[in-house]
């Protein structure tokens, strides 16, 4: 007669059920493909349950509470950052994403396992507080799940809900506060310390212009800034950055993806991203691909930016060069990049047709921008030297319109969203336009990215090729500019002009 199931293999099951799918989501970043996805994530899910049980059986301190631990997800998702560390340095890092690679053999990757003073703060005070507190900051913040359904899974009752939330994430504020004052620091940081602590407390107070110029350049101050300023919608990107590190956005965007197939939509990530295809490829279907380069420094200085730094008006958006991995683009050093004057063409490939697969991208060029008119105009889609000029060609009715929105800008960076309506059914895709000002994007999820000066190419994923008549296709990324951010131009689908929404 077969073993009835014990307790303990009820709430484990329990937990499988809850937490699997958050923990093959980020795995299925950290690697190259969808079969060592499976791996990753079952060998890190078994380390954290034997992480959860041995700090449940850790003696009770003096104090009353046991030794501080991580809510059930984030503590997976560590334990998958510590399973690739364990692949790397047993020489598996082929199975990875080369840009995690190369964050594990870097400073930043150290900090999440170093000196406990020296690690994240938003990673120290999640820690620090009661677990059920923290799992409740987590599950609404990150997971973006709707309040009634967190109340509903921590037994709370919904009614109240919301006024636990707000006081968790005072909580929250008061132990990363905590934690940064206890952060060896230099005297500079010092001596804004008090003050980061006043600004970042109301929305309507100014952060003084020395105290900006310190948070651009000091990461250390930067992550507390967005841990203490729960106004501005920058908390979860700060979470999600201090406590997993690598790819932290990329999770984030992709939990509230997922959140709005199951729930509908919920409110957007600002800052500026499950499944995969059943057969090993670095090309596999993902719900999005997009991977965090320099998640540390990079998380908190947007979510900073987004809660601390002037809005602005304009709009604009970039690439990286071309990418060696569908989620991540890595700049290829074999790969010129020429001027971004939008007057001047580059060397051109033809794009593919409505009813093409797309490959790799290609470094595509658009023609001129036509004046006194809102309609990109083609791509002349023959090979060009630098010499050779573009001839517009006047468009017909176009078959496909673009709406380009700027979601947020900071002093350096913004995060911006291409929506594409088709009158045409596709069965793969390529969007490109220009910008001016030598925008440069630097992550894109929902599509893979190649730029070219200032030519951007944004192909279709393995998963969302097939677009139906009078559909819609969309993808959003990251990007850096300097100067100016004004709109791109010359949006074209497939080759064929654009107009603009």
Known sequence: MPDLPTPQ??????????????????ADLCTSGSLTANQLATEAFALGMHEARDADFTPV?????????????PLLLTAVRTTAAAWEAEGLGHKLDPDLRLWLNSEKAARYT???????????GLRDMQEADAELLWLAEVEALPLPSVARRLGLDPAVAAQELEQVRGLFRDRCHRAHLDTPMDAECRSYARLLDAVT???????????????????QC????????????????ALAGGVIGWGGLAYLERRRRAAEVRLGPVRPVIADHDGGDPKESSGRGKVLRHGLLGAAVLISLVA??????????????????????????????????????????HAASAAPSSSATTGKPAHDNPDPEPQGTSTATASTGHHATDTDTATPTASTAATCRVSYDLVNQWTDGFQSTVTV???????????????????????MWDATVSQNGGVVTADAADYNQSVAAGGTLSFGFLGTWSGSNSAPYAFTLNGDSCSLS
């Open 61 to 73: 301190r003096s104090s009353g509470r046991r030794a501080a631990r991580l809510p059930m997800i």
């Open 9 to 26: 293999d009820a709430a484990e099951a329990a937990l499988f059920s809850e937490c699997w799918d958050a923990v093959l989501s980020y």
């Open 421 to 443: 309506s088709t009158t045409q059914a596709l069965s793969g895709w390529r969007v490109q336009w220009s910008f001016r000002n030598g925008q440069k994007v630097t992550q």
């Open 114 to 124: 170093g000196t406990p003073l020296q690690r994240p703060v938003a990673l120290r």
């Open 201 to 219: 407390r109301s929305s309507a107070a100014d952060t003084p212009d020395d105290l900006s110029r310190h948070l651009a350049t000091c990461v």
């Open 222 to 237: 930067a992550e507390a800034a967005a841990c203490l300023r729960l106004h501005g919608g920058g908390l979860p990107a």
């Open 304 to 345: 900073l930016g987004v809660s601390m730094m002037p809005m602005g008006g304009g709009s604009g958006d970039d690439t990286a060069s071309a990418s060696q991995d569908d989620r991540q683009p890595v700049a290829d050093p074999t790969v010129a990049v020429p001027s971004a004057d939008p007057t001047r063409t």
